[in-house]
C-alpha cells in the first residue's frame, strides 16, 4: 500500500541545504531532492509568498523546509539568509540558481538592463559562494554549486547581457574551486545547455512555431527539471577523489 503524503517518512539529517533562486522548477526540484534526502531546506526567493506550493509540496512528502524572501543581490540578504541557515544545522550544500536570462539587439540593450542582469547573474552568486564559503571553511567541509547555462560558454544573438553574467558567474565558480577544493569544499558549475520544460519555454516554442511545433516536440526534447534535481544529487555525492567541476547537461536530441 502506498503511503498517503502526511504518512511518508524521510531520515532526517542534521544539515542543510541553501538553494538562492527556489523557482518553480529548476530550483524547486532541487529543494524538493535535497528534502527528500533528509536536509533541511532552506529555500529563498524574491517574493518569498510565491514559495508557498513549495513548501506545501516538501511538506507533505515528509521534509523539512523554510521558505525566506531575499533579494541575492544584497549583501545583508545573503549574510543573513546563509547565517540562519546555517545556525538551524551544519551548511553542506549551497546552490545558486538565479537565471535573468534575457534577450535584446545590443543597440537596445540599456545600461540599467545590463548592469541588472549582471547583478542578478553573476554579482549575486559571488555573494552566495562567498558566504557560504565562509560558513564552511569553518567546518572544513562543504558543497557550493552554480547553475550556468548555454551562455556561460559562448554568447548568442541578442544575448551581450545574459551571456556576459552567465560567463563572469563561471569564472567565479573555476576561481571559487582551485581555491577551495584542497580546503574540502567542493565548487561546481553545472551548464544547463538546452530548453528546459516549462510553461514559459512551451510559450515560447508555441510562438515561434504555432500549436503545430508544439504537437511535434519529440519525447524528452526538454529537460525535466527533477532530471537536472537528480543530477545535481549524483554530484553532491561524489568521493573528494573524483570530483567534477563541469557538468554539461542537455537531452539526447539536443544539437551541440
Known amino acids: 500500500m502506498v503511503p ?79 547565517r540562519e541557515a546555517d545556525a538551524h544545522a551544519p551548511l553542506e550544500i549551497c546552490v545558486f540558481n538565479i537565471g535573468a536570462n534575457v534577450n535584446f539587439p545590443i543597440t537596445e540593450t540599456t545600461e540599467r538592463v545590463f548592469r541588472k542582469v549582471w547583478e542578478m547573474a553573476c554579482y549575486a552568486g559571488f555573494l552566495a559562494g562567498r558566504e557560504a564559503a565562509r560558513l564552511m571553511l569553518a567546518r572544513g567541509r ?18 551581450a547581457a545574459f551571456a556576459s553574467a552567465k560567463a563572469g558567474l563561471r569564472a567565479v565558480a573555476q576561481s571559487m574551486a582551485r581555491e577551495l577544493g584542497p580546503k574540502n569544499i567542493h565548487v561546481a558549475h553545472l551548464v544547463i545547455d538546452a530548453g528546459v520544460d516549462t510553461a514559459f519555454v512551451r510559450e515560447r516554442i508555441r510562438q515561434r512555431g504555432g500549436e503545430e511545433a508544439l504537437e511535434k516536440l519529440p519525447p524528452d526534447q526538454l529537460m525535466n527539471p527533477q532530471s537536472i534535481a537528480e543530477t545535481y544529487w549524483l554530484l553532491y555525492n561524489q568521493p573528494r577523489d573524483a570530483w567534477t567541476f563541469e557538468l554539461d547537461l542537455r537531452p539526447y536530441r539536443e544539437v551541440w
Request: glycine share 16%; proline share 1%; aromatic share 8%.
Open 142 to 159: 562543504g558543497a557550493i554549486f552554480f547553475t550556468g547555462a548555454t551562455a556561460s560558454m559562448r554568447g548568442g544573438i541578442g544575448y
Open 4 to 82: 498517503k503524503q502526511s504518512e511518508q517518512h524521510v531520515t532526517q539529517r542534521n544539515a542543510t541545504a541553501a538553494v538562492i533562486g527556489a523557482g518553480d522548477f529548476i530550483g524547486g526540484a532541487i529543494a524538493k531532492k535535497f528534502a527528500a534526502e533528509g536536509f533541511t531546506v532552506f529555500a529563498g526567493r524574491r517574493n518569498g509568498e510565491k514559495l508557498a506550493p513549495l513548501v506545501s509540496a516538501i511538506e507533505g512528502a515528509g521534509g523539512r523546509v523554510v521558505a525566506r524572501s531575499l533579494d541575492a543581490r544584497k549583501k545583508d540578504d545573503v549574510t543573513q539568509f546563509l
